[in-house]
C-alpha cells in the first residue's frame, strides 16, 4: 500500500474503498427514508452526499473528514470515474426507456418545451448575473463571463437526474415522461456546446465560429451514423451472440463495449460521453436481438452500486459553510428561485403553446427543473479559468440538489390521482396489459411459408392477434430461386414492419429452430391435415413443436374451406382452467375478438357430479355469478371474463360439465356453429414424437373449424 501510495502521489486505497462504501451505504440509507415519505431514492443520494461532504461531516468530524475526502488530485479522480461510470450506466438504462417513434409523435410539444425551457431560464440567468455582487466573482473575472456562465448553470436540465426521478415515479411511460427526456437530452447537448463555447471565451477572449459549428455537425453526424451503421454493427453481434446460445454475459458485453464506443466518440466530439451512452441505449434497446434479461441486470448493477455513487458525488461538493455571509446567503436564495420559477415557467409555456394540458405544463415544468452533473462540471469549470468564486462555485453545486428536491415533490404532487388524457390512458393500458401477457408482446413474430394457404391462416391470426408494433419474419427454407409467392402475406400482414427471409438448409425443421432463437418471441405455423396417424399434426409442424425454444402458434385451417380463412370469424370456442397456458391462449382469443369482433364463448368443462344448482349451461357474459357458492370452474370462467373485458373481447361464457372434455367441446362447437376454437398447452415430447394432451389432440383430429393451439414450453 505504501509504494502504491508513493507511486501514484498519494492515492490510497483504503481511503478509496472507504469512499465508495460510505457513499453507497448512506445513499441507500437516505434513499430508503425518501421513499418512505413519497419521494425518490435519488433526493436521499444527493442528501447522503450533502451530509458526508464538509457541510456536515467537515463540521462535525474535521480531521476525520479530511482523511475520508483528502485534497489529492488522484483521490478525487478516482471517485470520480467510479461517478462517471454510473451516470453513463443510468443514461443506457435510460436510452433503453426512451421510445423514439412516441417522441417523433409529440415531436412539435418536444421542440417548444426545450426551447422555453432554456431560453426563458437563459435570459433570466443572464439579468440576475448582471445583478450579482463582487463576492461571486473571481479575482480579475470578466463580469460579461462571469454572466454567461451563471446563465448556463441556471438553464440547462439534467437528463440523467431527470430520467432517475421519472423511473422511479413509474412516469418514463407517460407523454410528458418522453417530452421530458427528449427536452432533458436537447438541454444536455445544447448545455456541453455552450459549456465549451464559454469556456474558449473565457480562457482565449473570443469564440471560435468554425469549432461550434464542427461540434455541432459532429453530434449531427453521430446521431445519424449511429442510428444506421452503428445499429447494423450492433445488431451483427446481437444476431452472432443468439446464434452461439443467447449468452447472456456476451449480451452484456455487446452493451458495454457500445456504451463505451459511442461515449468516446462523442467526448471526442466535444461533447461529454454521457450523451453517447444514451445514444447506446437507444440503438441496443432498438436491436431485435437483444437479450431479454439485459435491461433488467443494468438496472440492478446500476441502481445498486452506480447510480448512488453518482448522485451521493454531486452532493459531497456542495458547502454550506461559504455561505456564512447574509449577503452571500441573500443571493444564493435568489439564484435559486431564479433557476426554479423560470425553468418552470420556460417549460410550462412551451407546454401550453403546443397545445398540452394545464397539468401537463405542470409536470414538465417541475420534471426539467431536475438538475445534476452538468452544473456541477460547469461550476468546476468556472471555478478553474477563474470565473467563479469560491462563493459562487458552492451556490452553482447546491442548485441541483435544492432543484431535484423541488422537482421530485412538485412532480409527485402534480402527478397525483391524473391519469392523462384518453387516447394516453389507452396507450398506457395496452402496454401494462402486454407488460403482463405470456404470448402477446411486441416481440417479433416468426412465420416460416413456402406461401401456401395455411401460412396465410397463420399470418392472419397473428396479425389481428398481436399488436402492431411487432414485427414479422417470413422465413422461406429451400433453393433461392425456387418460386415462392409471399405478396397474399404482405396482404395480411400490412401496416406491420415485414421482412422475408430464405434460407438454404438440409433440415427446414432445425433451420426454424436456428432463425427463432434470434430474439423472436413466437412461431406462427399453418397446418393442414395429415394422414399419417404417426404424426400429431404434419413432419414440419412436429419437429418445430419438439425442438421450439419459444411459444409456438398452431392454426390447422378449416376443412373443406375453398379460400385461406373467412375475412373474420364470427364466433369461436376458447376452453379456459386456471392455467398459464389457458391464459395464453385467451390472450390470442381476447385481441382476436377486440379487432375482429368475434365472439367469444369462454368454456370449462368439469367432471360429470351432476346438473349446476341454479346456473344455466350457457349464460350471457354480463351475468353476474354467485361467488358464495360458486365452484372453482366459475370462478375460472369468472376471472377471464374480466381479463376479457380488460381488452374490450366479446364474451359470453358456459360452464359444462362431462366424462371428457374434448367431447364436450366439440359438442359445444357444433351446437353454436362456431367456426374458431383457442386452445392452451405446453410443448412436451414423448417419445419420438411431440405430445399436446389427449383434449387437444382430440379436438385438432375431430373438429371442422378452425383449431388455434397456442402452445408453451415447459422451462418459460
Given at each position: 500500500m505504501t509504494v502504491f501510495a508513493a507511486e501514484t502521489g498519494g492515492f490510497d486505497l483504503l481511503v478509496f474503498w472507504v469512499q465508495i462504501l460510505a457513499l453507497v451505504t448512506a445513499a441507500h440509507l437516505f434513499g430508503l427514508v425518501m421513499r418512505r415519505v413519497g419521494l425518490p431514492s435519488v433526493v436521499g443520494a444527493l442528501l447522503a452526499g450533502l451530509v458526508l461532504g464538509p457541510s456536515v461531516f467537515g463540521v462535525v468530524w474535521e480531521s476525520g473528514f479530511e482523511w475520508f475526502l483528502p485534497d489529492v488530485a488522484e483521490q478525487t479522480a478516482a471517485l470520480q470515474a467510479v461517478s462517471w461510470v454510473g451516470v453513463a450506466l443510468l443514461l443506457v438504462v435510460t436510452g433503453f426507456e426512451t421510445d423514439l417513434g412516441l417522441i417523433s409523435k409529440l415531436g412539435r410539444p418536444a421542440l417548444l418545451v426545450t426551447a422555453g425551457?432554456?431560453?426563458?431560464?437563459?435570459?433570466?440567468?443572464?439579468?440576475?448575473?448582471?445583478?450579482?455582487?463582487?463576492?461571486?466573482?473571481?479575482?480579475?473575472?470578466?463580469?460579461?463571463?462571469?454572466?454567461?456562465?451563471?446563465?448556463?448553470?441556471?438553464?440547462?436540465?439534467?437528463?440523467?437526474?431527470?430520467?432517475?426521478?421519472?423511473?422511479?415515479?413509474?412516469?418514463?411511460?407517460?407523454?410528458?415522461?418522453?417530452?421530458?427526456?427528449?427536452?432533458?437530452?436537447?438541454?444536455?447537448?445544447?448545455?456541453?456546446?455552450?459549456?465549451?463555447?464559454?469556456?474558449?471565451?473565457?480562457?482565449?477572449?473570443?469564440?471560435?465560429?468554425?469549432?461550434?459549428?464542427?461540434?455541432?455537425?459532429?453530434?449531427?453526424?453521430?446521431?445519424v451514423l449511429a442510428l444506421t451503421v452503428g445499429q447494423r454493427v450492433v445488431d451483427l453481434f446481437l444476431r452472432r451472440v443468439r446464434r452461439a446460445g443467447s449468452s447472456l454475459a456476451a449480451a452484456l458485453t455487446v452493451c458495454m463495449v457500445t456504451m463505451l464506443a459511442f461515449g468516446v466518440a462523442t467526448e471526442w466530439l466535444g461533447v461529454e460521453a454521457v450523451l453517447g451512452a444514451f445514444v447506446a441505449g437507444v440503438v441496443l434497446n432498438r436491436s431485435r436481438f437483444q437479450h431479454e434479461e439485459v435491461i433488467g441486470h443494468l438496472e440492478g448493477l446500476t441502481g445498486a452500486l452506480f447510480a448512488p455513487v453518482f448522485f451521493a458525488t454531486a452532493g459531497l461538493q456542495v458547502d454550506l459553510r461559504l455561505l456564512n455571509d447574509a449577503e452571500a446567503l441573500w443571493w444564493a436564495l435568489v439564484l435559486l428561485l431564479v433557476g426554479i420559477v423560470f425553468k418552470f415557467a420556460g417549460a410550462y409555456g412551451g407546454a401550453r403553446l403546443a397545445g398540452r394540458t394545464h397539468r401537463a405544463g405542470l409536470a414538465l415544468g417541475a420534471g426539467l427543473n431536475a438538475r445534476g452533473a452538468l452544473e456541477i462540471v460547469i461550476a468546476t469549470v468556472g471555478l478553474g479559468v477563474g470565473v467563479f468564486s469560491p462563493t459562487a462555485f458552492s451556490v452553482i453545486v447546491l442548485v441541483p440538489v435544492i432543484t431535484s428536491l423541488f422537482a421530485s415533490a412538485m412532480l409527485r404532487g402534480v402527478v397525483n390521482n391524473w391519469q392523462g388524457t384518453p387516447d394516453e390512458q389507452e396507450r398506457l393500458g395496452r402496454e401494462q396489459a402486454l407488460s403482463r401477457n405470456l404470448v402477446v408482446r411486441t416481440s417479433r413474430l416468426l412465420l416460416p411459408s413456402r406461401g401456401g394457404p395455411e401460412s396465410i391462416a397463420a399470418a392472419q391470426v397473428l396479425h389481428f392477434a398481436w399488436p402492431i408494433e411487432a414485427g414479422a419474419t417470413v422465413l422461406t427454407v429451400g433453393a433461392r430461386d425456387a418460386e415462392v409467392d409471399i405478396e397474399p402475406l404482405r396482404n395480411v400482414l400490412y401496416d406491420r414492419p415485414l421482412e422475408h427471409r430464405r434460407v438454404r438448409h438440409d433440415n427446414p425443421v432445425q433451420a426454424v429452430i436456428d432463425e427463432s432463437r434470434l430474439g423472436f418471441g413466437v412461431i406462427g405455423l399453418g397446418a393442414q391435415?395429415?394422414?399419417?396417424?404417426?404424426?400429431?399434426?404434419?413432419?414440419?409442424?412436429?419437429?418445430?413443436?419438439?425442438?421450439?425454444?419459444?411459444?409456438?402458434?398452431?392454426?390447422?385451417?378449416?376443412?373443406?374451406?375453398?379460400?385461406?380463412?373467412?375475412?373474420?370469424?364470427?364466433?369461436?370456442?376458447?376452453?379456459?382452467?386456471?392455467?398459464?397456458?389457458?391464459?395464453?391462449?385467451?390472450?390470442?382469443?381476447?385481441?382476436?375478438?377486440?379487432?375482429?369482433?368475434?365472439?367469444?364463448?369462454?368454456?370449462?368443462?368439469?367432471?360429470?357430479?351432476?346438473?349446476?344448482?341454479?346456473?344455466?349451461?350457457?349464460?350471457?357474459?354480463?351475468?353476474?355469478?354467485?361467488?358464495?357458492?360458486?365452484?372453482?370452474?366459475?370462478?375460472?370462467?369468472?376471472?377471464?371474463?374480466?381479463?376479457?373485458?380488460?381488452?374490450?373481447?366479446?364474451?359470453?361464457?358456459?360452464?359444462?360439465?362431462?366424462?371428457?372434455?374434448?367431447?364436450?367441446?366439440?359438442?359445444?362447437?357444433?351446437?353454436?356453429?362456431?367456426?374458431?376454437?383457442?386452445?392452451?398447452?405446453?410443448?412436451?415430447?414423448?417419445?419420438?414424437?411431440?405430445?399436446?394432451?389427449?383434449?387437444?389432440?382430440?379436438?385438432?383430429?375431430?373438429?371442422?373449424?378452425?383449431?388455434?393451439?397456442?402452445?408453451?414450453?415447459?422451462?418459460?
Open positions: 425551457s432554456l431560453v426563458v431560464p437563459l435570459i433570466a440567468g443572464v439579468v440576475v448575473g448582471l445583478m450579482l455582487p463582487s463576492v461571486f466573482l473571481a479575482e480579475d473575472a470578466q463580469r460579461t463571463t462571469f454572466t454567461l456562465f451563471v446563465a448556463l448553470a441556471l438553464s440547462v436540465s439534467s437528463l440523467a437526474v431527470v430520467a432517475k426521478i421519472l423511473s422511479e415515479l413509474g412516469l418514463m411511460r407517460r407523454d410528458f415522461g418522453q417530452i421530458t427526456v427528449a427536452a432533458g437530452m436537447a438541454n444536455d447537448v445544447v448545455g456541453w456546446v455552450m459549456l465549451g463555447v464559454f469556456t474558449g471565451l473565457a480562457t482565449s477572449g473570443e469564440v471560435s465560429v468554425g469549432q461550434v459549428l464542427s461540434t455541432l455537425g459532429g453530434i449531427a453526424a453521430f446521431g391435415d395429415y394422414e399419417d396417424t404417426f404424426q400429431v399434426i404434419s413432419p414440419l409442424v412436429d419437429g418445430v413443436l419438439s425442438e421450439s425454444p419459444i411459444p409456438v402458434v398452431v392454426v390447422r385451417r378449416a376443412r373443406n374451406l375453398d379460400r385461406p380463412l373467412p375475412g373474420a370469424f364470427s364466433r369461436a370456442v376458447v376452453p379456459v382452467t386456471g392455467s398459464p397456458v389457458s391464459r395464453a391462449a385467451q390472450e390470442v382469443a381476447f385481441n382476436l375478438s377486440a379487432q375482429l369482433g368475434t365472439e367469444l364463448h369462454l368454456t370449462h368443462v368439469s367432471a360429470t357430479r351432476g346438473e349446476p344448482a341454479g346456473l344455466p349451461s350457457l349464460f350471457s357474459r354480463r351475468m353476474i355469478l354467485p361467488r358464495g357458492d360458486a365452484d372453482v370452474g366459475e370462478r375460472v370462467v369468472e376471472q377471464a371474463m374480466a381479463h376479457a373485458d380488460e381488452l374490450g373481447a366479446t364474451t359470453r361464457a358456459a360452464v359444462l360439465e362431462g366424462a371428457s372434455p374434448a367431447e364436450e367441446i366439440l359438442k359445444l362447437v357444433q351446437e353454436i356453429e362456431a367456426d374458431l376454437v383457442v386452445m392452451g398447452a405446453h410443448l412436451r415430447r414423448v417419445g419420438d414424437r411431440p405430445f399436446l394432451g389427449h383434449r387437444v389432440e382430440q379436438v385438432l383430429r375431430d373438429c371442422d373449424a378452425t383449431v388455434v393451439v397456442v402452445l408453451i414450453p415447459f422451462d418459460l
